[in-house]
């Protein structure tokens, strides 16, 4: 009878057992009855206590009423909001205030939101500030409408009724008037402002405040290679310019490929290329104030054009008895073009029809040639001691000048201030004159004679500020020095041993010397950045 009734116990889950009872398999039995036959009740886990939070934070973060009563000394949050307030209202403007609060009381009329946009302009301009640029949409929102959309609520009422001058009060209570607001420009009123702010974007110049470079070491960086996307101008860069009012630059090699890049020293992206078929050339340049380029050959009587402006090339014939066009000056005002012969003939061409002008002749063969920055002198030298100068007024050599200890000239250069005139002989050394000493004097002395370099130089090139003189040898690795013009002394820090300029063949400035390329024989034109000069 007693089992019976465990039984019934145990199916109603109402029977309990004793902690002393032996019958362990019963037990577990009813346990799990317990567990799982028993109706399941819903708990609730995110249940907010506020008690209990306020324990935890006490554990946590100590008690905050000591903290606050520190920090405000007795004076409550409201207090404080109303003294921002206060200092708020003291610094808007009661003119400002006066027309906002008219305005905003006629603010359904769009005749009267009109008259505020005006008036705020006026206000303006008598300050003295130009209005650059009137929203409309924020003459339509008041501070209660965008609160309303922000949902919430301002501690105090304000006087201002445009949402814009709230924040700008708040703004200038919190943050004052920043730095650039105060600003003053002193602009030519010639010049326009909208030109200004054209010539300052990227493709375009504007003549930068420069002052003297300083001596011994010279700031320089190295940067991407001019043609590094292409590399096909050939195993020769035989030129490499810059463009005279663009940050464009042109690269043309032996393999007859002439390339366009962008100058940014990163990319330096190519923006054009072409090809002159068996058509090896040997010096391209600019022409007309950048709008034409112009590249002959050594091995073929023509040469040819690429005008820029409509993308064309023309092939022209030079005269009879022109058998290359090898080596060749543009005059500064790009009229003339000079051309060196075979047999000691320089020939003067006009730069647009190239028709021959006028026939010059050396007793020696002519290697090299350059003009005076004011058009009117051209000064060769060759094979000779002598340098001959040349009036381009009446055609006529008006003076013959001893080089100093220099047989054979391989280079010669023209500093664009008119004031000084370098030549580089085969042996390595560069004799740096004056322009009025060569002009006048038979004999002149070298203002300073650079023997840094021991094999022939091949290129001279001075920068737009006449402060650096380039000279350059392709007849030996890193055969590179640069000096310094009003001191006379080279740098010493470039090139330096980790350098790796290879033969140097030419070698060009930006207009306003903030790059240097220098080519080289291994179809690489290398680009430097001279940070004491302008961006390009």
Not at 44 to 59: G, H, P, Q, T, V
Not at 220 to 236: C, D, M, Q, R, Y
Not at 249 to 256: H, R
Not at 361 to 375: E, G, I, Q, W
Request: hydrophobic letters at 30%; charged letters at 25%.
């Amino acid at each position: 009878m007693d089992k019976q009734i465990k039984q019934i116990f145990k199916r109603k889950n109402v029977f309990k057992y004793n902690q002393n009872d032996e019958d362990k398999g019963n037990r577990s039995e009813v346990l799990y009855n317990r567990k799982f036959r028993t109706p399941l009740r819903k708990k609730w886990k995110n249940e907010y206590d506020a008690n209990e939070e306020a324990r935890l934070e006490k554990i946590v973060f100590g008690d905050t009423s000591d903290i606050i009563n520190n920090l405000l000394d007795d004076k409550s949050e409201t207090q404080l909001k109303d003294n921002l307030c206060e200092k708020i209202v003291d610094k808007d403007d009661d003119k400002d205030n006066e027309k906002d609060i008219e305005d905003s009381k006629d603010s359904e009329d769009e005749s009267k939101k009109d008259v505020s946009i005006l008036n705020r302009s006026d206000d303006m301009k008598q300050e003295g500030k130009k209005v650059a640029w009137i929203d409309e949409d924020d003459y339509n929102y008041t501070v209660d409408s965008a609160l309303n959309t922000q949902n919430r609520k301002l501690p105090c009422k304000r006087p201002e009724k445009l949402y814009t001058t709230y924040l700008e009060n708040r703004y200038k209570l919190f943050v004052g008037t920043p730095k650039w607001a105060k600003l003053e420009r002193n602009d030519n009123p010639d010049v326009d402002d909208l030109d200004s702010d054209i010539l300052k974007h990227s493709c375009h110049l504007e003549t930068p405040k420069v002052k003297n470079l300083p001596k011994n070491i010279i700031d320089i960086k190295v940067l991407k290679a001019l043609n590094k996307s292409t590399h096909t101008e050939g195993p020769i860069i035989t030129s490499v310019e810059f463009h005279p009012s663009s940050t464009v630059a042109l690269v043309a090699g032996s393999s007859g490929i002439l390339s366009l890049f962008q100058v940014d020293g990163h990319t330096n992206d190519k923006l054009h290329s072409m090809q002159f078929k068996k058509y090896p050339i040997s010096k391209a340049t600019f022409m007309k104030d950048g709008t034409e380029i112009l590249l002959g050959s050594q091995y073929y009587p023509y040469c040819h054009t690429y005008d820029l402006m409509n993308g064309r090339t023309y092939k022209l014939l030079l005269p009879y008895g022109i058998t290359n066009m090898k080596r060749y000056e543009v005059s500064p005002d790009g009229k003339l073009i000079a051309l060196c012969g075979r047999s000691g003939e320089i020939y003067l061409l006009h730069s647009c029809t190239k028709e021959l002008v006028s026939t010059f002749k050396m007793n020696s063969k002519c290697r090299v040639l350059a003009f005076t920055p004011d058009n009117k002198t051209l000064i060769t030298h060759g094979d000779s001691s002598e340098m001959y100068v040349w009036d381009m007024n009446t055609r006529t050599c008006v003076n013959r000048v001893i080089d100093d200890g220099n047989l054979s000239c391989t280079s010669l250069a023209v500093s664009p201030s008119g004031q000084f005139i370098a030549t580089g002989s085969a042996q390595g050394v560069v004799n740096l004159y004056d322009m009025k000493t060569v002009l006048e004097n038979q004999s002149p002395m070298p203002l300073k004679i650079v023997m840094n370099l021991v094999t022939s130089v091949t290129n001279l090139k001075f920068n737009p500020t006449s402060e650096i003189l380039n000279a350059a040898s392709f007849d030996k690795h890193n055969a590179f020095k640069m000096l310094h013009l009003p001191s006379f002394t080279v740098f010493s820090n470039f090139p330096t041993l980790q350098t790796n300029i290879g033969l140097p063949q030419t070698i060009a400035f930006s207009p306003s010397s903030g790059y240097l390329s220098i080519s080289n024989r291994t179809s690489s034109a290398l680009l430097y950045r001279l940070r004491h000069y302008g961006n390009y």
